[in-house]
T-cell receptor, first 109, second 114 residues
Framework: DAKTTQPPSMDCAEGRAANLPCNHS???????VYWYRQIHSQGPQYIIH???NNETNEMASLIITEDRKSSTLILPHATLRDTAVYYC??????????FGQGTTLQVKP | DAGVTQSPTHLIKTRGQQVTLRCSPK?????VSWYQQALGQGPQFIFQ???????QRGNFPDRFSGHQFPNYSSELNVNALLLGDSALYLC?????????????FGPGTRLLVL
């Protein structure tokens, strides 16, 4: 079973920030938080990952709470092309990714 | 720099047949993982190969087998196909570092079993 809980769906207005929450209350000390997204019928696309510090790259920012029990993925200026299913995954160094149902993000004009 | 590639893109088979799917990892990666994604579901881990050996396996029957070659490419074989094997099969590659090992996915092979 997935070790994360995400809302099944969210809407966001184009140009606004999309904030996608994820709960992972049973995360272990050596486990990372990974975010992927999947646009219909394509392979999942890696977005970002972190251990305990906040992270930012050209795609998104990842905010992890101090107790590491939850995190938020932030897409700063959502576009229609960001419409996808977003998966939050907790994984150690075993390399095995356990996907849940993810959050379907709909970006609306 | 080529990413993860998979072949074929689509495949149609009939029940009882056997199928082989292929994956070439991203340049510099040495580990290949395979996932099955049924319609409307998240991907499910099948197994992972590193140093030409199966290192981890998910909850899949022995009909699912694989191989990794010295050049790190990999094959997924499924025997005695069932209708329920119809799915998108995803390959992901990574570099084994002992720390975080980010997996990068290919576009997948869509298998339809009739």
């Amino acid at each position: 079973d997935a070790k994360t809980t995400q809302p099944p769906s969210m809407d966001c207005a184009e140009g606004r920030a999309a904030n996608l929450p994820c709960n992972h209350s049973t995360i272990s000390g050596n486990e990372y938080v990974y975010w992927y997204r999947q646009i219909h019928s394509q392979g999942p696309q890696y977005i970002i990952h972190g251990l305990k510090n906040n992270e930012t790259n050209e795609m998104a920012s990842l905010i992890i709470t101090e107790d590491r029990k939850s995190s938020t993925l932030i897409l700063p200026h959502a576009t229609l092309r960001d419409t996808a299913v977003y998966y939050c995954i907790v994984s150690g160094n075993t390399g095995k990714l356990i996907f849940g149902q993810g959050t379907t993000l709909q970006v609306k004009p | 720099d080529a990413g993860v590639t998979q072949s074929p893109t689509h495949l149609i088979k009939t029940r009882g047949q056997q199928v082989t799917l292929r994956c070439s990892p991203k340049s510099g990666h040495d580990t290949v993982s395979w996932y099955q994604q049924a319609l409307g579901q998240g991907p499910q881990f099948i197994f992972q190969y590193y140093e030409e050996e199966e290192r981890q396996r998910g909850n899949f029957p022995d009909r699912f087998s694989g191989h990794q070659f010295p050049n790190y490419s990999s094959e997924l074989n499924v025997n005695a196909l069932l209708l329920g094997d119809s799915a998108l099969y995803l390959c992901a590659s990574s570099l084994r570092t002992g720390g975080s090992e980010t997996q990068y996915f290919g576009p997948g092979t869509r298998l339809l079993v009739l």
